[in-house]
């Protein structure tokens, strides 16, 4: 969780504005539904406190350009979907447990009810769920929707003569349309070949 976090205060740092924060808690399909239910509530919840937390320390940061200056004003979106069943379904899947087959067909042909029964007699079979399978189930997710700002052809003229590296491929590219001279079009190809 601390990469992810230093991933999501790195983008935030950018300072775009926020449209939202989406926050999806998850839990892992073996336990009761009505327990997963909350369960997957709570993981958001907590999620979204460390989320704030971490955004609070960003406003405090001298050189801080975000756009907000209290985290809880931003909309966010906090949604406990319960248990996992499609990911848990992917995970077996794309695993290297060598029955796979039979877990995907008791979980497919069993009434809803019965699935997390069942998933918790398979990891007396199969440890190997409870070891790989079940752990990254039990997870919050975090998205940032931002607004990305965009730069005027007359920032990209010149940012592709002076700074080409604060341009992305397709600026770059552009930048080249934006004048008439050869010499010039030149040199900002000659960068866009080298950098990407």
Known sequence: MPGQLDNLSNFVRK?????????????SP????????GLSERRGNTAKTVVYRNLKKLVREDDSKVKFEDPEDLNLKLVG?????????????GSSIKDKQP???????SRPEQREEEIRNMINI???LEESILPSLRRATVMVNCFEPKKTDA?????????PGDLNEK???YAGTLTDDWNTQYKIYKSA???F
Do not use: C
């Not at 920032?155 to 700074?163: N, P, Q, S």
């Open 103 to 109: 877990i995907l067909n008791v979980v497919k042909s």
């Open 81 to 93: 979907h319960g248990p996992d069943w499609n990911g848990f379904m992917e995970a077996v899947k």
């Open 155 to 163: 920032e990209i003229a010149r940012l592709a003569t002076t700074k």
């Open 171 to 173: 600026e770059l590219l």
């Open 15 to 27: 300072g775009w504005e926020i449209k939202d924060i989406e926050i999806d808690g998850w839990a």
């Open 30 to 37: 073996e336990g009761e539904e009505t327990f997963n239910e």
């Open 193 to 195: 070949t080298t950098q």
């Open 126 to 128: 199969y440890p190997e």
